[in-house]
């Protein structure tokens, strides 16, 4: 019997190939799911870098929908419609499915989930082939701070009411948007910079990296421009930045539904009717000034209008102010009033040197009167 050793050679490599591929196939298709994870993720930074100089509000709305605790999956299993139903999302952030128990999928678009679910089943079936859907979207939490005028976390569904302080209740229905919450957290305050609304938003992956874009709410404002209303995705947080400076289309602004309609003002002082008024939101000082019946015409002094503002912190500021009807809105000159604000008009030096006259002859007033005492002392 003649040994062909290179045929038994050829045999035991053979074997040792066989042996490492299967023992490494385990490891191999549990990293494949992290790869696949990790190049998704690494794209979707890249194309975020690219975006930040371009419009974002184009690549941002693309965004996928992130898989979080409250959704409820529909999963359709094609070779085994037995195994196919509804399933919830846990708060922790995984989903009990048949066959392959608890997975973890918090965080992860469809896309990713549908290939990690492929994955498990693969394990278990032939042909895992699935479909993989979101059939009732959990509430979202977004964050809105800066220039709001209530700054909070809202929980945002379909179907929501708000109402904007001296305006109507607002109903919106359908998904989030931008507006939304910004009407929820009670409108803008006068300080806002539309132009530049900034929107921060998580990437899908386990990496839990965020983008950001800027929103320029302005447009969508004047010129109908759909695009900058974003639909809102759980974790959003909704920056609202302080302008430098006024705009010029501010009264414009102040008419849109993303801010308070009215605000209370008290106007004191030397002025036709004094007290607490209703004006629209972002009114002018001078504007203000006049709704109260305007100055008086000789005891009022133009030139020394006192603004009284409550801060936040509990502080009050004055800052003295002329009176122009010319002057257009500005910090500097007519600064829009906000509410609780008190405006004192000062008397002039005519109407002081009056009073004070007045409050020298009222004890002598059967004798003589103030115009005569004027008069001896000319």
Do not use: C
Not at 203 to 231: R, W, Y
Not at 237 to 244: E, N, P, R, S
Not at 246 to 275: C, D, F, H, W, Y
Request: charged share 20%; hydrophobic share 40%; no cysteine.
């Amino acid at each position: 019997m003649i040994i062909n050793f290179k045929k038994i050679k050829f045999a035991f490599v053979l074997l040792g190939h066989l042996a490492f591929f299967s023992s490494t196939n385990n490891l191999i298709a549990s990293n494949s799911v992290q790869k696949v994870l990790f190049k998704e993720e690494k794209q979707l930074q890249k194309d975020n870098n690219l975006s930040l100089k371009k419009d974002l509000s184009n690549s941002i709305q693309k965004d996928h929908y992130l898989i979080g605790p409250g959704d409820i999956l529909s999963l359709i299993l094609y070779d085994v419609p037995e195994l196919s139903g509804d399933y919830s999302v846990l708060n922790d952030g995984t989903i009990q499915l048949p066959l392959i128990g608890t997975i973890y999928l918090n965080n992860l678009s469809i896309k990713q989930a549908s290939s990690i679910l492929e994955e498990k089943y693969r394990n278990q079936l032939l042909r895992p082939e699935l479909h993989l859907t979101v059939k009732a979207p959990r509430p979202i939490l977004v964050s809105v701070i800066g220039e709001i005028e209530r700054p909070g976390i809202y929980s945002l569904t379909s179907s929501e009411k708000s109402i904007l302080a001296g305006g109507p209740q607002i109903s919106n229905n359908g998904l989030p948007t931008i507006v939304d919450a910004i009407q929820k957290a009670g409108g803008i305050t006068q300080k806002a910079n539309l132009s530049e609304v900034i929107i921060i938003r998580k990437l899908p992956g386990p990496q839990n990296s965020q983008k950001k874009a800027t929103i320029n709410l302005v447009d969508l404002i004047l010129e109908g421009d759909h695009s900058q209303n974003l639909f809102l995705f759980d974790g959003d947080v909704i920056k609202l930045t302080k302008a430098k400076e006024i705009p010029s289309n501010t009264m414009k602004i102040a008419r849109a539904n993303l801010s308070p309609s009215t605000i209370n003002v008290r106007i004191i002082g030397q002025v036709e009717e004094p007290g607490q008024i209703n004006l629209s939101a972002n009114t002018p000082l001078v504007q203000g000034v006049l709704s109260a019946g305007g100055p008086l015409a000789w005891k009022s002094n133009k030139g020394n209008i006192i603004l009284m503002r409550v801060n936040e912190n509990g502080t009050i500021t004055k800052k003295r102010y002329k009176i122009d009807l010319n002057a257009n809105v500005s910090y500097k000159d007519n600064p829009p009033l906000k509410d609780r604000d008190i405006v004192y008009v000062n008397p002039s030096a005519l109407k002081k040197v009056s009073s004070g006259l007045g409050a020298i002859t009222e004890p002598i007033s059967p004798i003589i009167s103030a115009a005569t005492l004027f008069k001896l002392f000319n």
